[in-house]
């Protein structure tokens, strides 16, 4: 069975940082794009970040970028998402997941809510003015 597992949410002040992590376990995806998602109540699900299976080829939404920093270590299954300089407007649950498809040869990753087929569970960060 698939499982993601999404760690490192909480509370912070405006300003501060903090680091997800998002480890697979069931098997294995070493080919395939790895994202990050967030929701808030009411909205649909946005792309954050994703990167391709040899994190050569990241891409963010424009209101991320500069801010956060996504890698992954596919010896441990594990993605990660740093957030620095965190705004009250990132308040969300984030999630990880997998690509459906294998990563395109030279990029980009993928960035859709559809071309994504596992999902971890979300873990909350919410952050204070």
């Known amino acids: 069975q698939v499982q993601l597992l999404e760690t490192g949410g909480g509370l912070v002040q405006a300003g501060g940082s903090l680091r997800l992590s998002c480890t697979t376990s069931g098997r294995t995806f070493y080919t395939q794009d790895m994202g990050w998602f967030r929701q808030v109540p009411g909205k649909d699900r946005e792309f954050v970040a994703a990167t391709n299976w040899r994190g050569e080829y990241t891409t963010y939404s424009d209101s991320v970028k500069g801010r956060f920093t996504m890698s992954r270590d596919n010896a441990k299954n594990t993605v990660y998402l740093q957030m620095d300089s965190l705004k009250p407007e990132d308040t969300a649950v984030y999630y990880c997941?997998?690509?459906?498809?294998?990563?395109?040869?030279?990029?980009?990753?993928?960035?859709?809510?559809?071309?994504?087929?596992?999902w971890g569970q979300g873990t909350q960060v919410t952050v204070s003015s």
């Open positions: 997941a997998v690509a459906r498809y294998q990563s395109q040869p030279r990029g980009p990753a993928y960035t859709r809510v559809e071309d994504f087929s596992y």
